[in-house]
């Protein structure tokens, strides 16, 4: 009998000292496009969620990449691909507003919170309890674009171009409606295709009509296209441009004299460095992927350490809703500012305006709303 006790006594004690299985990482797909017209915000997006994702710990989050390319039918595909193998708790949706208009539906119908950048003003206003959105709407960049050129430069007689996509509508919309409030309306609106390789028709129209200011909406090609094509034709014309000018990787596809006069909005500025968090995120940044960042990866960056602080939180029994309902109800401080959900799924709140001295391609931070 008292081998026998020994015996038992003694595989108890193996049992209690054998290692605990290690939890098994979360899936978080990220769809997000790295082909097409907006590869370089894809790029952008996914580079900041990465690096999130190693940071939050790779024993709690496993990121798997999507290309969403540029239409809405291979975002839909990307989104079935990455459920196949069982439904996640959270997917971080692509850039592109038609792609995310395309992916609300599904992301409701499975329950699942779908964080996003996307700064298409509509998103927010359907009402899904599982949209989530890192990086501030058209309604309030597009405020603040149009408030910097009325009320701080003091230009009147703005000229529109405009992407002709979701994206470049959307801005449009509110550039129009901000405008007409501040009594400077439009002189010329122009809607542009994102494969257009010449738009001086656009710009000689805008010399026409009597424009003080270029006022852009369009993706990164297009704007690098509209500047120096500006340059040559309206050398002298102040533009302020959407938020992708302050791209790094646009900037670097101008000359810095191109750049002489040329403004931009965007949530925030990683280059301009202007405080210690992200000074970090920048320095991290360009030791993992040899290159600059920018509001995109930032806003990205942000969201993923808000949701991987929340699974850690939860553990890994609490169900989807339990995690939409944190992203819902919760505040976060990250580099680029706080977020909190206003109801509607929008998470940030803030504005920068920011402009190139012709000098540099690394633009100052001139306002903030």
């Not at 595989?11 to 082909?35: D, F, N």
């Not at 003091?154 to 009594?183: C, H, M, N, W």
């Not at 965007?266 to 995120?281: D, K, Q």
């Not at 939409?324 to 977020?339: E, F, N, P, V």
Request: charged share 20%; net charge positive.
């Amino acid at each position: 009998m008292g081998r026998r006790r020994r015996a038992v006594a003694t595989a108890a004690l193996l049992l209690l000292a054998a290692p605990v299985a290690a939890q098994q990482p979360e899936r978080l797909p990220i769809l997000v496009p790295l082909t097409g017209f907006v590869a370089l915000e894809g790029t952008s997006q996914k580079n900041g969620a990465l690096l999130a994702a190693g940071e939050v710990g790779t024993a709690v989050l496993k990121p798997e990449v999507l290309d969403t390319a540029a239409t809405p039918e291979a975002a839909v595909t990307a989104w079935e691909r990455s459920l196949g193998a069982g439904t996640p708790r959270a997917v971080i949706g692509p850039i592109l507003g038609t792609q995310m208009l395309a992916l609300l539906p599904l992301a409701q119908e499975r329950k699942v919170p779908l964080l996003t950048i996307s700064g298409t003003a509509r998103l927010g206003e359907l009402g899904n309890p599982y949209f989530f959105r890192f990086f501030p709407s058209d309604g309030t960049v597009k405020v603040a674009q149009a408030r910097y050129v009325v009320e701080k430069l003091g230009l009147r007689k703005p000229a529109v171009i405009y992407q002709s996509t979701s994206y470049g509508q959307s801005g449009r919309e509110q550039l129009a409606k901000t405008f007409a409030d501040l009594k400077a309306p439009p002189v010329m609106e122009e809607s542009v295709s994102p494969t257009a390789n010449d738009l001086s028709y656009a710009l000689l129209r805008a010399k026409s009509a009597g424009a003080d200011v270029l006022v852009l909406q369009l993706h990164a090609a297009s704007t690098v296209l509209a500047v120096r094509q500006a340059r040559r034709l309206l050398p002298d014309m102040p533009i302020v441009a959407g938020s992708a000018m302050h791209q790094p990787a646009t900037a670097a596809l101008l000359e810095p004299g191109e750049l002489k006069g040329v403004c931009a909005e965007t949530a925030s500025s990683p280059v301009s460095a202007g405080t210690a968090g992200m000074g970090a995120f920048l320095e991290a940044y360009r030791a993992t992927y040899r290159s600059e960042p920018d509001a995109y990866a930032a806003a990205q960056y942000d969201a993923v350490k808000m949701l991987g602080g929340i699974l850690k939180a939860l553990g890994p029994a609490a169900p989807a809703e339990a995690v939409r309902a944190r992203l819902a109800g919760d505040s976060y401080r990250g580099i680029a500012g706080t977020y909190r959900s206003d109801g509607k799924g929008n998470m940030a709140h803030e504005a920068e305006i920011v402009c190139f001295d012709g000098k540099s391609r690394v633009p100052s931070v001139v306002a903030r709303y």
